[in-house]
């Protein structure tokens, strides 16, 4: 079947722009994650949907990341404001419930801020 | 809080010759253990993972890794790469107990870098 899928797979923003980054997820994988890569690091974790529920988001590095997930399939990572330390590429994943670990990555968007 | 280390970010070798990337985690609580492979401008993808059972596992195209809880590590071998196998190498832990939401929290990456 389909794997994970995210859109745009680039974004330039300059800088105080707003963008939205989509998600779509494996059909009936229920957990979905997001992550930041910034350039030269591995991924960091940024926040967790079980459905439409969003039960942790820790990671978030500011007011100005929101995530949302409405129906408990695709999901949207906002950022206002953007800044040029958003620069990165995020991933997002998505798992079965009992296996939340074994995560399916989409092929992750690359935002530039200008 | 837990923490993965991968001390090489890049390692070179020559086709058919043997490579190990190193991984070592802190944890003061079980995890589970992944190891997972960026080819360029590609996404993530899971090369092989230690849930529990055999400390040694193996991967469809020729790698395996040994978790050892003594060193706290889960190093990453194969015996003869291949050009094929040039992209990153990313070592990841998630906890390991009843109710966990399972994010990853990975190490730098190592680049693999095969030469002919």
């Known amino acids: 079947g389909a794997g994970v899928s995210q859109s745009p797979r680039y974004k330039v923003a300059k800088r105080g722009q707003d963008v939205a980054l989509r998600c779509d997820p494996i059909s009936g994988h229920v957990s979905l994650f997001w992550y930041q890569q910034a350039l030269g690091q591995g991924p960091e974790f940024l926040t967790y949907f079980q459905n439409e529920a969003q039960l942790d988001k820790s990671g978030l590095p500011s007011d100005r990341f929101f995530a949302e997930r409405p129906e408990g399939s695709v999901s949207t990572l906002k950022i206002q404001r953007t800044q040029q330390e958003d620069s990165a590429v995020y991933l997002c994943?998505?798992?079965?419930?009992?296996?939340?670990?074994?995560?399916?990555f989409g092929p992750g968007t690359r935002l530039t801020v200008t | 809080a837990q923490s993965v280390t991968q001390l090489d970010s890049q390692v070179p070798v020559f086709e058919e010759a043997p490579v190990e990337l190193r991984c070592n985690y802190s944890s003061s609580v079980s995890v589970y253990l992944f190891w997972y492979v960026q080819y360029p401008n590609q996404g993530l993808q899971l090369l092989l993972k230690y849930l529990s059972g055999s400390t040694l596992v193996e991967s469809i195209n020729g790698f395996e890794a040994e978790f050892n809880k003594s060193q706290t590590s889960f190093h990453l071998r194969k015996p003869s790469v291949h050009i094929s196998d040039t992209a990153e190498y990313f070592c990841a832990v998630s906890l390991n107990y009843g109710g966990s939401q399972g994010n990853l929290i990975f190490g730098k990456g190592t680049k693999l870098s095969v030469k002919p």
């Open positions: 994943a998505s798992s079965l419930r009992d296996k939340p670990y074994e995560q399916y």
